[in-house]
């Protein structure tokens, strides 16, 4: 897929409705590519204020805290290093980049009409916290990944994955995103690493997209258990910090949060700051699923 559109945005802040998976770019029009894993908080629907903010001298994407992979599925850049602290989604891309046709079997044998209920879910999920076996725990991941509630990733204190069930009338088996996502494979490399250590490698030439663990936008929203360990008020206060130091290197760095007054207060050596809003795809009712303020901050490099 060829490059989103990249430059510097014209406005210091500007507020975007992003609720769609296909936009327009000046006369073209673009349609998003879609990851094969869902998501929480996954980062489709802001690649178009992602893309605006990326320098087209860049040829490399730097992302700590990978996800789903959207946004390097859909910038474009020439390589990658793709890195992410959950251990099981650096291990589902390894297996992908390296066997696809086998791992995309064996993920394809845990759907069915069958394998879509409670009891043949938890039966897995318990299956995926007790196997040593690294290729089936990736095949199960995909399966929890796609049969748990709304694209959660959740462990609890002992490290075991506990998502329940998400009670989907017939869910999707992503094929053809898996391929594409294993042609993006081949120029990237993976690490399962913290993100003080990946920032350490940023420097000229690389555009850093940091999504981590959000900032609580409120004292009932707290959710930072994705991987095995919390994201808490330390971690932020590094991750800005790291995020100055790759710049002091040459990277330019972008990174998304709550807009409250805690980020704002965190980022403000940032260069840009821009306003966005954001539809939550979190709650299990559509109507229940409103908007919310977030912000995207640009660290570049001294002329």
């Not at 318990?126 to 991941?141: M, Y």
Request: net charge positive; charged share 20%.
């Amino acid at each position: 897929m060829q490059a989103f559109l990249r430059g510097h945005p014209t406005t210091h802040f500007f507020c975007l409705r992003l609720t769609d998976r296909s936009h327009d770019v000046g006369s073209a029009h673009v349609e998003l590519q879609r990851p094969f894993l869902k998501w929480a908080g996954g980062k489709t629907k802001l690649v178009p204020a992602i893309g605006a903010v990326v320098p087209l001298t860049a040829t490399r994407l730097v992302e700590p805290f990978v996800g789903s992979g959207a946004v390097a599925l859909n910038l474009g850049l020439p390589t990658s290093l793709l890195a992410d602290t959950n251990a099981d989604l650096i291990a589902v891309y390894q297996r992908l980049r390296d066997a696809p046709e086998a791992f995309i079997a064996e993920c394809h044998d845990l759907f069915s009409a069958e394998a879509n209920s409670a009891a043949v879910y938890y039966q897995r999920r318990e299956e995926f916290n007790a196997t040593t076996d690294p290729a089936r725990r990736a095949s199960l991941f995909v399966y929890l990944n796609r049969h748990g509630y709304n694209g959660l990733c959740r462990y609890n204190a002992r490290g075991g994955f506990n998502v329940p069930f998400g009670r989907y009338a017939a869910p999707y088996f992503p094929r053809a995103e898996m391929l594409t996502f294993h042609v993006l494979l081949q120029r990237c490399t993976l690490l399962h690493a913290d993100f003080r250590a990946v920032l350490a490698q940023a420097g000229a030439g690389d555009f850093v997209y940091c999504d981590p663990p959000y900032v609580p936008a409120s004292a009932t929203a707290n959710f930072t258990a994705y991987a095995r360990t919390a994201f808490g008020p330390q971690e932020q206060s590094d991750l800005a910090a790291c995020c100055h130091a790759a710049r002091q290197r040459g990277a330019i760095v972008a990174l998304s949060n709550h807009d409250t007054p805690e980020t704002r207060a965190l980022y403000a050596g940032a260069d840009e700051c821009h306003e966005l809003l954001v539809r939550r795809q979190i709650s299990c009712h559509g109507a229940n699923r409103t908007q919310a303020r977030e912000l995207l901050v640009v660290y570049r490099p001294a002329a």
